[in-house]
């Protein structure tokens, strides 16, 4: 564990965007995508690949069981006992999963401490009801511009980091050099760590759920200072872990989603567009990833797409 990683609160405080965008806002870094970067990054389309970014909703994610399973589809409808005028069928199914249990958001009200989410809203009200504010239906505009991929794991030579390695603000300056990129106000930044090729090749839950390689603590003033608005990876929480400071738990989170009201997007898969990138030299794409509209919602599934 590392010895200079800065203190949480303290991080917090300092890095803190709460009244920015009005006392009331319930969007927080999204707000950073403005009209004039949007249509910048749709310039960013210039030969229609498409990469689709989500895992499969199926029973074979990563979620070992307890707090979180796999998504599970049931049929409640075959046709196969049906008789209609002229021979017509139909068939229906329906999912029974948790919002975050495959590629996701974390929304804003997905993190709170000292009684306080991200603006001041009130950590109490996050209810049985869901979340009277800072619902993931307030992002349901907001989640598409410039994306950059840092490929941190083809940084470093390896198909994938081990648990508990630390990404650094060092590391994202040399992924954007070795990308020919450089992040700025409003970009969606994808980071690799090759863990969802670890998951491919092992499939094994309860290793790939027993801790990961991600940011740091001091990653965060980088994102801060640049702007950033979204931030993506291929694990399953963002953060390092086991974290930084012993006895902690999801500090990171609880910065970069209570303090600054940033959006993370997890469990994505990069492999097919890392590939893709490595060999045209071409790192930022437009990124297209609306959550679904589930009111009061403190997350949900996706499917983004990166477009070149």
């Keep these: 564990m590392s010895e200079v990683a800065p203190d949480m609160r303290e991080l917090g405080a300092e890095l803190r965007n709460w009244g920015r965008w009005g006392t009331d806002d319930e969007r927080g870094t999204t707000n950073l995508i403005t009209p004039e ?8 389309v210039r030969t229609g690949k498409v990469f689709d970014l989500g895992i499969p909703l199926d029973g074979d994610g990563p ?7 796999n998504p599970i589809r049931l049929m409640s409808e075959n046709g ?7 021979g017509f069928k139909w068939a229906d199914d329906y999912v029974f999963m948790p919002l975050q249990s495959a590629s996701q958001y974390d929304g804003l009200a997905h993190v709170h401490y000292d009684g306080q989410l991200y603006n001041g809203h009130d950590g109490a009200g996050i209810t049985v ?11 349901s505009k907001g989640i598409a511009g410039r994306g950059v991929l840092l490929d941190i794991a083809r940084l470093r030579g390896v ?7 630390v990404i650094t603000p060092e590391d994202l300056d040399a992924a954007e050099r070795a990308a020919g990129v450089r992040v700025g106000p409003g970009d969606i930044v994808l980071f690799r760590t090759g863990y969802r090729a670890k998951f491919l090749a092992e499939r094994d839950p309860q290793s790939f759920m027993a801790g990961e390689p991600g940011l740091g603590l001091a990653t965060a003033r ?6 950033v608005a979204v931030i993506g990876s291929d694990n399953w929480a963002i953060e390092v872990l086991p974290g930084e ?40 794409f437009f990124y297209a990833g609306p959550p679904l509209k589930f009111t009061r ?6 499917n983004p797409l990166a477009i070149k």
């Design 245 to 284: 400071h012993e006895g902690a738990l999801f500090e990171l989170h609880m910065v970069l989603i209570r303090d600054m009201g940033m959006t993370l997007a997890e469990l994505l898969d990069f492999e097919e567009l890392a590939a893709d990138c490595a060999a045209d030299g071409v790192y930022e």
């Design 297 to 302: 919602g403190v997350g949900s599934p996706i």
């Design 80 to 86: 196969q006992e049906q008789v209609l005028p002229g």
């Design 37 to 44: 970067a949007l249509v910048a990054a749709a310039r960013l």
């Design 222 to 227: 980088w994102f801060k200072e640049r702007d």
């Design 159 to 165: 198909d994938w980091l081990a648990a508990g390695e």
């Design 63 to 69: 979620q070992p069981g307890g707090n979180r399973i």
């Design 129 to 139: 009801k869901g979340a009277q504010k800072l619902g993931i239906e307030n992002q």
